[in-house]
């Protein structure tokens, strides 16, 4: 059973980086059938995707974060993580990790979705 | 960017009833959306990919429906647990994936 588990600060100074990491149990970040991804949802809000990483050398982001977003895997512990730059009090939200699964069927149908999720951890960016 | 609308924000429904929850897109996205259940405290869960095909483990009142631009969720029959909130997803135009504002579950 895999699991996924968010760490890092939770409190954030605005301009300075948030930084946040995902462990993942269970299962080996290395496999190429999934993806992961980090997503965050502010207080009553639906969730926003952050971005996507796959085997470290195919990353997608959110155009709406303008290149803050940076997002790297470390194979030897298992894990991924996420860096935010510039950060202000528009980041501050619950952050989730999450694992992906994008593949295309024998029908040519694909398939594109979250199926595990981390705990997540709330972030606040305030001086 | 795509967004999605989904409707009511609120629905109230009693244990044991059906409830139908909706979902539009901005332009059509195919069948590439899913649904997520999000219990209070807790990450989302999915439920629903490719529009109605259920994910692991999901008990068979859950189904979906639609294809291009309006999609449904259905419960048949309101269990305790199935009281939250719910969000579609689209995955057809990325980056980047978007959700919708969610629907809340409450008991009627």
């Known amino acids: 059973q895999v699991q996924l588990q968010e760490s890092g600060p939770g409190l954030v100074k605005p301009s300075q980086t948030l930084s946040l990491t995902c462990t993942v149990s269970?299962?080996?970040?290395?496999?190429?059938?999934?993806?992961w991804s980090w997503i965050r949802q502010p207080v009553g809000t639906g969730p926003e995707w952050i971005g996507r990483?796959?085997?470290?050398?195919?990353?997608h982001y959110n155009p709406s974060l303008k290149s803050r977003a940076t997002m790297s895997v470390d194979r030897s512990k298992n894990q991924f993580s996420l860096r935010l730059s510039s950060v202000t009090a528009e980041d501050t939200a619950v952050y989730y990790c999450?694992?992906?699964?994008?593949?295309?069927?024998?029908?040519?149908?694909?398939?594109?979705?979250?199926?595990?999720w981390g705990k997540g951890t709330t972030v606040t960016v305030s001086s | 960017e795509i967004v999605m609308t989904q409707s009511p924000a609120t629905l109230p429904v009693s244990p044991g009833e059906r409830a139908t929850l909706s979902c539009r897109a901005s332009?059509?996205?195919?069948?590439?959306l899913a649904w997520y259940q999000q219990r209070p405290g807790q990450a989302p869960r999915l439920l629903i990919y490719?529009?109605?095909t259920r994910a692991t483990g999901i008990p068979a009142r859950f189904s979906g429906s639609g294809s291009g631009t309006d999609f449904t969720l259905t419960i048949s029959s309101l269990q305790s647990e199935d009281f939250a909130v719910y969000y579609c997803q689209q995955y057809n135009n990325w980056p980047p994936y978007t959700f919708g504002q969610g629907t809340k579950l409450e008991i009627k």
């Open positions: 990483v796959f085997l470290s050398v195919n990353s």
């Open positions: 332009q059509s996205v195919g069948s590439d």
């Open positions: 269970g299962g080996s970040i290395s496999s190429s059938t999934y993806y």
């Open positions: 999450a694992r992906g699964v994008d593949y295309i069927d024998q029908t040519g149908t694909r398939y594109d979705y979250l199926d595990v």
């Open positions: 490719g529009a109605s």
